[in-house]
């Protein structure tokens, strides 16, 4: 049989492998990418992006095309069966640090024929569509894997799989790697509507309706389009809830006189499910294939970007023999601890949302109430960075400096960035190194971001998937950097502040 030898073998050519096909063909890294489907699946699922995600998604190049068919949401709000404000979210301001909105309430068709188009611009890269993983197995350092195409079944032989493969993941089956069920899974039905004559939104605040009787969610989508979600009762099948009476009847109190075509009815069991081991030697998840979240934070696809960025910088350093193959388990010891911490905020949600007893939400509705309505009423989650990892003390996310202007993001790209105050010998070997240098000076700080940031310290590195590393003397700084890729060894060193 035919073989082909590559560095990284793709499954999966959704959001989060394209994204991560993009990433390493930045870096060069050679790459197969197949895709078992030959056409971007058409139907939207996720709606929702947060600004850590768009900018990650900027890098990939897939943000501009989200950002010009997009919408921002002017609140998330969760009412009871009295319409009564039980808690909610605005937007902190136009943009947040990173540049980008708080949340842009997108369509992932666009978004992924956007990376699927930057992604045939990698020369390194091979994408195949139509072409499924049929089965692998390790093979000394890497994998063999084989992959049926409209030619037939061949091989390719890889150091690394990386299973963007989605929820049923056959490269995580392959590894016998199991499931953690966070204890989640309730059926919904998804009706997406396209709104007519013209109209572009029917609301831009996100509803939760946490009425009891039966849960439903409304969303405003990418313009002119319009998601309501409704929660299936006990005894109800798929079969009952999608026919064309039933759904009018459900969406006859809440579309009102819309006009409106139904675009997809399907109903999907939300799970909260996360993967045991993120990796086994050469076998690496990303995405679905990792974990499953209920959509009530809309971080599915947001997860799965930050684990394709968190990922292909420390493939392409192990792959250049610049670091230790142990930086690999940097990987589940950062992503894990973030996607449980968003999982467990979207369960919490998913129960307020889906409390079915009346007396239950009786009790919700009271306890929620008695808080002032100032406490219910929060700014726009701003998610954590990481608490531990490849860190010299840092951890949070970096904000533009550029604040959606002038992007320091366009100029660095998919790379390690350094901020220094004054040009040093640290800083030029730095860049030698394929790192990305700027002098403090050089960089607009309209938002006074770095300023803050920075303090009186002399310089602040950046990881490529845009985590602060550290603060403090450059030559320290790019010490510990280098030191951490080499012995993949993750925590903060005394000197580095
Ligand atoms: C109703 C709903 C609402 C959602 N809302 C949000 C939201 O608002 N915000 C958000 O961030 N997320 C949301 N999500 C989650 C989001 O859609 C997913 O997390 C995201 O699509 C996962 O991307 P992925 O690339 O990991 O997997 P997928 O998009 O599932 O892609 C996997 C790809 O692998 C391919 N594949 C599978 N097996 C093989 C094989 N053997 N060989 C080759 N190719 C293969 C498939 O064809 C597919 O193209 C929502 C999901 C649903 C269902």
């Not at 966070?182 to 572009?200: A, H, K, S």
């Not at 006990?234 to 006009?259: C, H, N, R, W």
């Not at 800083?427 to 190194?433: L, N, P, V, Y």
């Not at 950046?462 to 985590?467: E, H």
Request: net charge negative; hydrophobic share 45%.
């Amino acid at each position: 049989m035919k073989r082909e030898q590559t560095e990284v073998l793709i499954v999966g050519l959704g959001p989060v492998g394209a994204a991560l096909g993009v990433y390493l063909g930045r870096m060069g890294v050679s790459a197969i990418a197949i895709e078992r489907d030959r056409h971007v699946y058409p139907l939207p699922r996720a709606a929702h992006l947060d600004h850590e995600t768009m900018r990650l998604l900027h890098l990939a190049g897939g943000a501009e095309a989200v950002a010009a068919a997009s919408q921002p949401l002017s609140a998330y709000e969760f009412r009871n069966a009295a319409g009564e404000l039980l808690m909610g979210f605005t937007p902190g301001g136009e943009l947040a640090p990173t540049g980008w909105p708080f949340s842009s309430m997108f369509h992932q068709p666009t978004l992924e024929h956007a990376l699927r188009a930057r992604l045939a611009e990698m020369p390194s890269v091979s994408t195949r569509l139509g072409h499924a993983l049929k089965g692998y197995e390790v093979a000394g350092e890497g994998i063999v894997a084989e992959v049926e195409g409209e030619s037939g079944v061949y091989e390719v032989a890889a150091r690394f799989i990386i299973g963007c493969d989605g929820g049923n993941s056959l490269v995580r089956r392959s590894a016998g790697i199991a499931l953690d069920d966070m204890g989640f899974d309730e059926p919904w039905l998804v009706i997406d509507t396209v709104l007519q004559n013209g109209v572009t939104r029917l609301s831009t605040v996100g509803l939760q309706h946490c009425d009891p009787a039966r849960p439903v969610t409304s969303m405003p989508m990418a313009p002119g389009r319009h998601r309501w979600e409704f929660m299936l009762l006990d005894g109800e099948t798929p079969e009952d809830v999608t026919s064309d009476e039933a759904i009018a009847a459900m969406l006859a109190p809440y579309a009102g006189a819309a006009s409106l075509d139904i675009e997809r009815r399907a109903v999907y069991r939300f799970h909260a499910l996360v993967a045991e081991k993120w990796r086994q030697g050469p076998v690496i998840l990303a995405g679905d294939a990792a974990h499953q979240m209920p959509p009530f934070m809309g971080q599915g696809l947001c997860s799965g970007t930050r684990d394709a960025a968190n990922i292909a910088w420390k493939i392409e350093a192990v792959l250049r023999g610049r670091a230790d193959e142990s930086l690999l388990d940097s990987y589940q010891a950062e992503r894990e601890p973030h996607v449980r911490m968003i999982t467990e905020m979207a369960v919490s949600m998913g129960k307020v949302v889906c409390t079915r007893d009346a007396e239950e939400a009786r009790l919700r509705d009271e306890g929620m109430l008695a808080q002032p309505e100032d406490a219910r009423m929060k700014g726009m989650m701003t998610l954590q960075g990481i608490a531990t990892g490849i860190l010299a003390g840092g951890g949070a996310v970096f904000p533009d400096p550029g604040h959606g202007a002038a992007r320091l993001d366009d100029a660095a790209g998919y790379a390690p960035i350094l901020i220094v105050r004054e040009d040093c010998e640290a800083a030029r070997a730095f860049a030698d190194a394929g790192g990305f240098t700027v002098l403090c000076r050089d960089l607009p700080d309209p938002q006074g971001y770095l300023a803050m940031l920075l303090g009186d310290a002399p310089a602040v590195l950046v990881r490529p998937d845009r985590y602060v590393f550290g603060i403090g003397e450059a030559a320290v700084l790019t010490a510990a950097w280098a030191h951490y890729l080499a012995s993949g060894v993750a925590g903060a060193p005394a000197a580095a502040a």
